[in-house]
Nanobody, 119 residues
Framework: QVQLVESGGGLVQPGGSLRLSCAAS????????MGWFRQAPGKERELVAT???????NYADSVKGRFTISRDNAKNTVDLQMNSLKPEDTAVYYC?????????????WGQGTRVTVSS
């Protein structure tokens, strides 16, 4: 069983910053890809950023230069530093981890954390 716990969402003014964190716990061997997705009201869930086990990152065009994804393999965490936030960044953010465990290689989702960018 693998559990993901997210933290760090909240209300911020345009131009502000937030840092999201996702921690994995439970019984598993390793974590492959880690990523952050978001879903705005009335829209489909979309990719924000991913990071491989080796540290290679990928970002949606809409967040390049503003968001930074990072991981700590020793702590089994993935963070998303969000700077220069815009109202269009308002969404529920979900972490997604591809976990290698006794039951196989599976993706797991966090519970979601809400980010609201508004003045």
């Amino acid at each position: 069983q693998v559990q993901l716990v997210e933290s760090g969402g909240g209300l911020v003014q345009p131009g502000g910053s937030l840092r999201l964190s996702c921690a994995a716990s439970g019984s598993f061997f390793s974590i492959n890809h880690m990523g952050w997705f978001r879903q705005a009201p009335g829209k489909e869930r979309e990719l924000v950023a991913t990071i491989t086990a080796g540290g290679t990152t990928n970002y949606a065009d809409s967040v390049k230069g503003r968001f930074t994804i990072s991981r700590d393999n020793a702590k089994n965490t993935v963070d998303l530093q969000m700077n220069s936030l815009k109202p269009e960044d308002t969404a529920v953010y979900y972490c997604n981890l591809v976990v290698v465990s006794p039951v196989g290689i599976r993706p797991y989702w966090g519970q979601g954390t809400r980010v609201t960018v508004s003045s």
